[in-house]
């Protein structure tokens, strides 16, 4: 049985994808910001030592922020950065040395706004921006391991995190990405051959 570490499991993209990975027969262990602060190097050290190997890792934990660039918060900033990135950066780093073992495959989740960037976001921006950079960098280093990693770029995904917003604007879950839907992009790219490397996936589309 293959395992798989899956990171802001509770809700959202992460819990689809734990989910649909258990389903799929792997043995899903799942991450909960709630117990384990991901942004916290020593935590997720001790919980990766538990581990004699893993398969798949998802990072999916993150948070938002939003608000004009001028008066944001240097706490709020660096909190943001903590978990989007370093919770990123921290699994990766932890993990890597027991898929090197056998190979495995890495999914980080980034977004669309890493890439298109608008105003009142800085914070978010920024940290989608840094996930994204560090992926596709991590990617050109651990290839020769059969060690597959691939950054996901979402738009708007209809989950809690823009759940007042979906109401505000009336809109449907089929006019967004759903958490499912990435969950099982992840799942097909994890079928493909050794020699079908992806990068890289955007998915959806964002707007002000």
């Known amino acids: 049985m293959k395992t798989a570490i899956v990171t802001g499991a509770s809700r959202g ?19 909960s910001t709630a117990v384990l ?16 190997e893993v398969d798949l890792l ?7 922020s939003k608000g004009p660039t001028e008066t944001m918060d240097p706490k709020e900033l660096q909190r943001v950065y903590e978990v989007n990135v370093l919770g990123t950066v921290n699994f990766c780093q932890l993990v890597l040395p027991l898929m090197k ?21 800085a914070a978010y921006n920024m940290s989608k921006a840094a996930v994204r950079a560090f ?4 990617a050109k280093e651990v290839r020769e391991y059969g ?13 809690d995190m823009i759940s007042k917003r ?7 879950p089929d006019d967004l990405l759903t958490p499912e839907d990435i969950a099982a992009t ?4 994890t079928k493909l051959s050794p020699g079908a490397v992806v990068e890289e996936i955007s998915m959806g589309e964002i707007w002000e």
């Open 13 to 31: 993209i992460g819990k689809a994808a734990a989910d649909l990975f258990e389903k799929e027969g792997y043995d899903v262990h799942r991450v």
């Open 37 to 52: 602060d991901v942004a916290e190097r020593d935590a997720v050290e001790r919980y990766v030592s538990n581990f004699k």
């Open 58 to 64: 998802i990072n999916s934990a993150g948070i938002t």
């Open 101 to 121: 073992r056998k190979g495995g495959y890495i999914f980080n989740i980034a977004s669309l706004r890493g890439i298109h960037y608008s105003g009142n976001r």
């Open 135 to 138: 992926t596709l960098t991590l």
């Open 147 to 159: 060690i597959k990693v691939t950054c996901i770029n979402p738009g708007y995904v209809f989950t």
């Open 166 to 172: 979906i109401r505000e604007e009336g809109l449907q």
């Open 186 to 189: 992840m799942l097909y790219l």
